[in-house]
């Protein structure tokens, strides 16, 4: 009876410290992130941190595992895995987005918005919101808008430094109608390849350039075989985070309630440490020989007039309501109706402590 006791007594203790040593929650519901940029770079610390975040805040009931640089395929691949389900969550750009939603391509109008605040405005209010709803009928939820950041040209083959440089040069673009009438306009021959192609492409010159953000340039280096770069900030590029429709729903509303907070902070911290790097990246692109040039009045002048086509393009590929209010939201910046909120961006943004030293450690 004393040995029945003891072993009972010894089970009790064995499951009492098996419950203390469990953590409190498992993971219930899991997610892959994916998106096709390097490792470390800002989109690729937004990611962690949204997963840490979300993992902290629902106390280890959400995992989000983040797959970087086209682990899991180039941007199309990626967003069709989203609507199928074989990936949860990505961040993807316009680009590739046009073909589930050509109405996005107004984003890619040439020369819109004039400043970081303008663009924020612009994507964080109706328009951006509506823009987001879209993605419902194909099955993806977008949840909110990151950022890629501002895109400039870089070439093999000339300096460019007025529209007529680009004729002749045959350039990648994402694949997206309004990227290759951007370049076609200018007498370029527009290459539509996914992004995790390009650095070879470049390096083999089966194309004789591109045009991206500075840290897609630096972080792919592409200044191996681009002498030239540009920074003439022809279109801000977003990031756009989707999740699968049905798992978005699946989830309780707190669970989704945690996760659209935390997507909105994270989005905040991502924007100030991408614009934070950008002047870094464009410094290291100097000091691997790379020729920076910033246009003048006179030369950014003559790109906005050579691609003032691209609007009547826009109306065409994304639809004229879309492209008719965006131009209004710019004549209304310019008014300065948006004032007050451009205010409150730039006084909001400037809490934002992000890790820049410790971000541009990753790219020695």
Known sequence: MKNCKKSILFVLMLAVVTLVAAPAFAAKYNFKLAHVITAGTPIDVG???FAELVSQRTKGQVDIKVFPAGQLGGER???EGV???TIEMSFTTTGAIAGFAPEFQVLDLPFLFPTYEAAYTYLDGEQGKKLLALLDRKGIHGVVFLENGWR???SSKREIKLPGDIKGQKIRVMESPMYMGLISTM???PTPMAYPELPNALLQKVIDGQENPSVNIYSAKMFESQPWMTQDQHTYNVMIMKV???KWNALPADIRKIMEDTAAEVSAFQRKLNRECDDDFIAKLKSKGMKVHILTSAER???EKALLPMYDKGRTVAGATWVNDAVQFRKDWDAGK????EQKYIVDYRKINVPVKETMANFK
């Open 152 to 154: 400039n040209f870089t």
């Open 77 to 79: 691949a990626i967003i």
């Open 301 to 303: 002048t003559a790109f």
């Open 187 to 189: 007498g370029g021959s």
């Open 244 to 246: 699968n429709k049905k």
């Open 83 to 85: 609507q199928l389900g």
């Open 338 to 341: 948006y004032k007050k909120l």
């Open 47 to 49: 990611a962690h941190k």
